[in-house]
């Protein structure tokens, strides 16, 4: 009896006899040898199909176009799927942009994905997850990071590698490659969000309680908000307190502080994205001989505006203007009464009348000169202006003389540091000396000189 395993052949014997493992070569030879004279459906039954065969396949709900553009010239790969992977639904993954790929990958732009047997386009929301394990969503694809992607796609085992390119037609000289990843998980109930901030104004102010109004339309979403923490641009915190019934959308808000009309209120909140439901599959294989390497899907929005020609709009509100800000009218400074007696008297509010334009009968006239008088105002002149002259000229040469003085008072006072270092050394240099002879002289027991 001959029951086939993996590279090897166990041979059942019969009665006590003990069993035998045989190499593949051997076994490839025991085969032939022992289905030499038997018909290949018969062989077929006991050793499935030998690679080399011929066999006939049929695939039922077949596009009729795969038959009539049939190129026998074009490999054509056939791979099996689980039950469980012809469905359709959402995925996780891991991304990343490949690093020789030029170019970032922007959110809702389309992607063609090799995952599994499959290759299909799709859009994908690239997102992160923050430290409160909210997904937050992403514009581009991070540099040299991983972040997150979710898509609408072929339910696929977790742990499948997938490689993404943004086409298929034609030869690229670039690097085609866009991103590599690998399946996360198959879970609906992840919630992608965005920032979304909403912008209010003030029109009436109570002390620290204020009405504000252009951050909502209806009554209902303010009663949806009650409760959230707000903000003022100038750092006032506060919160909604209720919607109020004229104008539509306005609502009473406390704050920290009392506000200004100027100030603008803002509201911090996220907005759930919902994934786009696209799975479109190449079929490269339906096209006529010669174009089946010219397959293309959903173009970019940017492949759009190239082939259409439309250039961006640049946002009115980001273009440079000149700012025109209204002149600001505060109100005048009021203090208590019980306040102004314990203040000191300079710093009293004054009764005074302010004082008007003096009159012309009490200015002073102009002074008109004679000839004579002009004549010696201009000699004065002329000699205050010789008179200032000389000062400055004289003061130039003192400040000259003393900067000359005080360099050879430095000099002078480093020749004398000198002369007493020399002094200090030679006065050493005898101490020591003496030293060293009554040091000898106590060593041969001489008597000392004094």
Same mark, same amino acid.
Not at 137 to 151: F, N, R, V
Not at 217 to 222: A, G, K, S
Not at 343 to 363: E, I, R, V
């Given at each position: ?5 993996? @590279? ?19 076994? @490839? ?157 198959? /879970? ?46 100038? @750092? ?70 190239? /082939? ?101 008072? /430095? ?40």
């Amino acid at each position: 009896l001959f029951k086939q395993g993996q @590279g090897n052949i166990l041979l059942y014997p019969k009665g006590n006899q003990s069993c035998q493992w045989h190499s593949d070569q051997t076994l @490839g030879h025991l085969n032939r040898a022992e289905f030499e004279d038997v018909d290949d459906e018969t062989r077929v039954q006991y050793e499935g199909f030998r690679p080399g065969m011929y066999v006939r396949l049929e695939i039922p709900f077949l596009p009729c176009e795969f038959v009539t553009n049939f190129d026998p010239h074009y490999p054509i790969i056939l791979g099996a799927l689980g039950a469980s992977e012809g469905n359709v639904g959402y995925l996780q993954m891991r991304l990343k942009k490949h690093r020789w790929h030029n170019r970032i990958l922007k959110t809702r732009d389309p992607l063609i994905l090799s995952l599994g047997w499959r290759r299909f386009q799709t859009i994908p929301l690239y997102h992160i997850e923050d430290h409160n394990g909210r997904h937050r969503l992403l514009k581009y694809t991070p540099q040299h990071m991983h972040c997150g992607a979710t898509i609408w796609g072929p339910i696929t085992p977790q742990g499948t590698g997938f490689l993404a390119v943004q086409s298929v037609a034609g030869t690229k000289t670039s690097f085609r490659i866009a991103a590599t990843g690998v399946v996360l998980d198959l /879970d609906k109930s992840v919630t992608i969000v965005k920032k979304l901030k909403l912008i209010g104004y003030p029109y009436k102010i109570y002390k620290n309680t204020s009405f504000i109004k252009g951050m909502f339309n209806t009554v209902l979403e303010v009663a949806k908000f009650e409760g959230a923490s707000i903000r003022t641009v100038s @750092g006032v915190r506060g919160q909604i307190k209720k919607a109020l019934s004229t104008p539509a959308g306005a609502y009473r808000a406390t704050f920290e502080d009392r506000l200004l009309m100027s100030d603008i209120v803002f509201l911090r909140s996220w907005y759930p994205v919902s994934v786009p439901q696209l799975y479109n599959p190449v079929t490269s294989l339906l096209m006529p001989a010669g174009q089946k390497d010219s397959w293309s899907g959903m173009r970019t929005v940017g492949q759009l505006k190239h /082939d259409l020609g439309v250039r961006n709009k640049p946002n009115t509100d980001s273009l440079y203007k000149p700012v025109v800000r209204a002149q600001r009218h505060f109100n005048k400074l009021h203090i208590p009464r019980q306040l102004q007696k314990a203040l000191p008297f300079k710093s009293k509010p004054k009764q005074d009348q302010p004082k008007g334009k003096t009159p012309k009968d009490l200015q002073r006239p102009a002074v008109i000169r004679e000839p004579h008088e002009r004549k010696v105002a201009a000699l004065l002149n002329a000699l205050s202006t010789v008179h200032n002259y000389k000062s400055k000229k004289a003061h130039v040469a003192q400040h000259a003389k003393h900067k000359d003085f005080l360099r050879q008072r /430095d000099k002078a006072e480093e020749d004398k540091l000198k002369r007493q270092k020399e002094a200090k050394k030679k006065l050493y240099r005898m101490m020591g000396q003496k030293e060293k002879r009554s040091q000898r002289s106590s060593l041969k027991g001489a008597p000392q000189d004094d």
